[in-house]
């Protein structure tokens, strides 16, 4: 029982952390298309409200699935490759 506990705490710190970084990455990208459409002219807002906006929805809109991806699929994963290793 250790072993499968430790094996799900530095499976949740690598989601975590796996999180973290794809979360900003993605962000940083969004960022940078909100700042070329913002120079293309595609807005009358300024330049500042314009990325505040678009990235709060941005936001919110990742939110809903990066945690899916990034803690639901390697957890069910792993669960069922222990599964299958163990009673299969």
Do not use: K, Q
């Not at 700042?35 to 330049?47: F, P, S, V």
């Amino acid at each position: 029982m250790s072993l499968l506990l430790r094996l799900a705490i530095l499976l949740l710190i690598a989601c975590t952390i796996t999180y973290v970084c794809v979360f900003y990455w993605l962000r940083a990208g969004a960022r940078d298309r909100l700042i070329a459409e913002w120079e293309r002219g595609g807005t009358n807002l300024a330049r500042e409200t314009h990325l505040e906006v678009g990235l709060r929805r941005w936001s919110r809109r990742t939110r809903r699935w990066l945690p899916w991806a990034t803690y639901g699929v390697p957890i069910a994963a792993t669960a069922a490759l222990v599964y299958w290793i163990n009673y299969a």
